[in-house]
């Protein structure tokens, strides 16, 4: 049986293997912006970034900032020829008119039935959900981004959420470093096992109800989306 | 066109009264009204409600700030209506010691209930937030299908923005993302003064690119 080792960089080649050419996405910060790294070179997406601007291009060469420039996080980034920008209302116009195909978003906790808690621990930590609500209601599929387990080692997945919710039955997909699921309303379908992990320790390590997809399959495919 | 009055920030923040709902503009501190946001800290203008989008960054490691966290870090507000304070410590750390009333409206629904104060609508209805903590008290609608929530204006009393360039009868046109919030604020508020980097004369700019319309302008800052 493998131990356990995370893997942001597998769950960025993951997702970046959904999207067709002509997809508008919205990637979160964090693990989510990663995803930004492996598109495959025969694909082309428009990324939006809800500060305003469609046609995100990369992080300028050093000394090339522009103070007017930046993406959701705050960080330097540049424009794509035929890129544009807009206001927060033209903004959250595209994201709630569900003119956004997928957003990628981070977790604190999933569950089961599509909820997703990702804003706040009450008492604790209080960032704020920023345009995550928005998106989650809006863009036409939801992703969710992250590793399978916290730093303590407990399971990301859940039977139900525990923290106050950011989605309410919203995300259609949970990306992970061992595996991929679709949520199917009462419990995961377990899609893709990661190599080395198998579907049995997936289960066994998970707290949650997961069954296998139809279409199950082993991906062992880094470099290439098949 | 009739001329906008141009001041100075100190003067600009004389206009401001302690116990304000001040709304400023800015994504992270990109397009804030930097300079009167430093004179309104210089004349200690207290016991303010800030209508902003985050409250800024604040790294309490370099003792760096962008936009609006100054005013946080000065104590000068009471309370604020905002998307996030993930990127400003001072802002949690107020919030967990009771020293500042927090709320949280996502951001989509903030620029929304922003534009609605400043474009006569009496309230918005959107499907964002239903099935969660911001569904708390607002009146539930099912249309289409679909469940909404009641999302109400959000007026202020004074909108500090800031623009790349301004004419002197208070057009205005703001640089790549320092758009943000900066137009629908200028519409939402009682008062209205506008930063800008560079100001041209009456005539200097192209009426197709103009971005907030003089009218919703009271007076213009250079900086």
Redesign the interface.
């Known amino acids: 049986m493998p131990d356990y080792t995370e893997n942001k960089e597998i769950i960025a080649r993951r997702i970046a293997c959904f999207f067709t050419t002509g997809d508008v996405v919205n990637l979160g910060i964090g693990l989510p912006t990663l995803v930004g790294n492996y598109i495959p070179e025969n694909v082309t997406i428009i990324l939006q970034s809800e500060n305003g601007l469609i046609g995100l291009g990369p992080a300028p060469a050093a000394g090339h900032e522009d103070k007017d420039l930046t993406n959701a996080g705050g960080k330097p980034v540049t424009i794509l020829p035929g890129g544009c920008f807009f206001d927060s209302a033209t903004s959250f116009g595209i994201i709630r008119g569900g003119h956004v195909d997928y957003t990628v978003l981070g977790v604190l906790e999933v569950d089961q039935e599509g909820n997703l808690a990702n804003y706040k621990i009450p008492g604790k930590l209080i960032p704020g959900m920023g345009g995550a609500m928005d998106l989650v209601a809006g863009a036409k599929h939801v992703i969710a981004a992250t590793t399978h387990f916290e730093k303590s080692g407990a399971s990301k997945l859940r039977r139900r959420c525990t923290l106050p919710l950011t989605a309410s039955h919203e995300v259609d997909y949970v990306v992970t470093d061992v595996g991929f699921f679709a949520v199917s309303g009462h419990s995961f379908a377990l899609k893709e096992a990661f190599v080395p992990y198998t579907p049995e320790w997936i289960i066994k390590h998970t707290d949650a109800d997961i069954e296998l997809a139809l279409d199950f399959r082993i991906w062992n495919s880094p470099e290439a989306c098949r | 066109m009739i001329e906008k009055t141009v001041i100075r920030p100190a003067e600009a923040a004389r206009l401001i009264n302690s116990g304000s709902v001040v709304h400023i503009g800015g994504?992270?501190?990109?397009?804030a009204p930097d300079g009167i946001v430093a004179a309104i800290c210089e004349a200690g203008i207290g016991d303010l409600t800030i209508v902003c989008?985050?409250t800024a960054?604040y790294d309490p490691k370099t003792g760096r700030t962008?936009g609006l966290a100054p005013l946080i870090l000065k104590g000068l507000v009471r309370k604020v209506i905002?998307?996030?304070?993930?990127?400003n410590a001072e802002t949690?750390r107020l919030?967990?010691e009771g020293k500042i009333e927090?709320e949280?409206v996502?951001?989509?629904?903030?620029?929304?209930r922003v534009?609605a104060a400043g474009y006569g609508l009496g309230g918005i209805l959107?499907?964002?937030?239903?099935?969660?903590?911001?569904e708390e008290g607002k009146r539930k609608f099912r249309l289409h299908g679909k469940t909404y929530l009641l999302e109400l204006p959000l007026p202020g009393d004074v909108a500090i923005i800031k623009a790349?360039k301004g004419d002197k009868a208070g057009n205005l046109i703001?640089?790549?993302?320092?758009?943000?919030?900066?137009?629908?604020m200028a519409g939402a508020c009682s008062l209205v003064i506008a930063e800008v980097e560079e100001l041209v004369d009456i005539g200097g700019l192209d009426p197709d690119q103009i971005?907030t319309p003089s009218i919703f302008v009271d007076y213009l800052v250079v900086v």
């Open positions: 994504f992270l501190g990109c397009g989008n985050d960054i962008t905002t998307s996030h304070i993930g990127t949690q919030l967990c927090v949280l996502p951001q989509g629904t903030l620029a929304e534009r959107t499907p964002t937030g239903v099935g969660t903590e911001v790349k703001y640089a790549k993302t320092a758009r943000n919030f900066n137009p629908l971005h």
